[in-house]
């Protein structure tokens, strides 16, 4: 099933099905920072009407650290493949263990086996078509943990491209 993203922006944005429906919602105030020194980026389900409908998790970041995943209440460890690699692993609150590889701004997260079974690919904007986030059958029934995952990898790639450009 494929998602577009209204915004091509892991931390603020909308997750629109095929039918044109709000279904998942990324938020990052920025108001406490002056305060905490932390972002929270929460990601919710959004009922029919609008409303968020409840939590699925949220990435705590913290200046200069990796982003801190929960997913459904649970820490999440997200770990380099590699030690030069920008591939990240984690295990899902299913027991498995998940890859999300990068090529060229495009990502892939697949199991961490020898199927490499994908659950979700991420393609980002071009000038004519939304960023999509599309889910395997497989990945829609950990929808929860690839959301704020790809919030975390994704936004922990995008900041170290910025950097990289400062």
Not at 1 to 9: E, I, K, P, R, V
């Given at each position: 099933?494929?998602?577009?993203?209204?915004?091509?922006?892991?931390?603020?944005?909308?997750?629109?099905?095929?039918?044109?429906?709000?279904?998942?919602?990324?938020?990052?105030?920025?108001?406490?920072?002056?305060?905490?020194?932390?972002?929270?980026?929460?990601?919710?389900?959004?009922?029919?009407?609008?409303?968020?409908?409840?939590?699925?998790?949220?990435?705590?970041?913290?200046?200069?650290?990796?982003?801190?995943?929960?997913?459904?209440?649970?820490?999440?460890?997200?770990?380099?493949?590699?030690?030069?690699?920008?591939?990240?692993?984690?295990?899902?609150?299913?027991?498995?263990?998940?890859?999300?590889?990068?090529?060229?701004?495009?990502?892939?997260?697949?199991?961490?086996?020898?199927?490499?079974?994908?659950?979700?690919?991420?393609?980002?904007?071009?000038?004519?078509?939304?960023?999509?986030?599309?889910?395997?059958?497989?990945?829609?029934t950990i929808?929860?943990?690839?959301?704020?995952?790809?919030?975390c990898v994704?936004?922990?790639?995008?900041?170290?491209?910025?950097?990289?450009?400062?």
């Amino acid at each position: 099933m494929n998602f577009s993203l209204a915004t091509d922006n892991p931390f603020n944005t909308t997750l629109i099905s095929p039918d044109g429906r709000v279904v998942y919602r990324m938020e990052t105030p920025t108001s406490s920072y002056a305060f905490t020194g932390t972002l929270t980026t929460t990601v919710s389900k959004v009922a029919p009407n609008g409303q968020n409908e409840g939590e699925l998790g949220r990435v705590v970041w913290q200046s200069g650290k990796p982003g801190t995943v929960v997913a459904h209440g649970h820490e999440l460890h997200i770990a380099k493949s590699k030690l030069w690699g920008s591939s990240r692993t984690f295990t899902a609150l299913n027991g498995q263990s998940y890859k999300w590889s990068f090529d060229n701004g495009s990502s892939l997260m697949a199991s961490n086996d020898s199927k490499q079974a994908p659950a979700a690919t991420y393609t980002p904007s071009t000038r004519s078509n939304p960023g999509l986030l599309h889910f395997t059958p497989h990945g829609l029934t950990i929808t929860g943990d690839v959301l704020v995952t790809f919030v975390c990898v994704e936004g922990e790639r995008r900041n170290s491209q910025r950097k990289k450009t400062l």
